[in-house]
Nanobody, 120 residues
Framework: QVQLVESGGGLVQPGGSLRLSCAASNIFRLNAMGWYRQAPGKQRELVATITSGGSTNYADSVKGRFTISRDNAKNTVYLQMNSLKPEDTAVYYC???????????????WGQGTQVTVSS
């Protein structure tokens, strides 16, 4: 069973920083990975994605503040979040496009989510 385990969420003051991590296990091949977030009463939205080759894409709301990166040897994706704002408060989810085995198709797998709260 593919597992995505997230860590690094928490409470931070406006202007502060947090680093989220998401480690994938039981993976045969990992393609694109990304971070999404969902605030109370809102739909889940894309934050940032990164391909296996390192190409990145960001939501306009986080450009210049957040940086996504990955360590392919560790099957891990990171999200460095700087200059955090109260509107960044949400549950952050990791997503991975992956194949579980040589013969399995590519599926989207999701982590359990980690809470990020930006408040003074």
């Amino acid at each position: 069973q593919v597992q995505l385990v997230e860590s690094g969420g928490g409470l931070v003051q406006p202007g502060g920083s947090l680093r989220l991590s998401c480690a994938a296990s039981n993976i045969f091949r990992l393609n694109a990975m990304g971070w999404y977030r969902q605030a109370p009463g809102k739909q889940r939205e894309l934050v940032a994605t990164i391909t296996s080759g390192g190409s990145t894409n960001y939501a306009d709301s986080v450009k210049g503040r957040f940086t996504i990166s990955r360590d392919n040897a560790k099957n891990t994706v990171y999200l460095q979040m700087n200059s955090l704002k109260p509107e960044d408060t949400a549950v952050y989810y990791c997503k991975a496009e992956a194949r579980r085995s040589y013969t399995s198709p590519v599926y989207d797998y999701w982590g359990q989510g980690t809470q990020v709260t930006v408040s003074s």
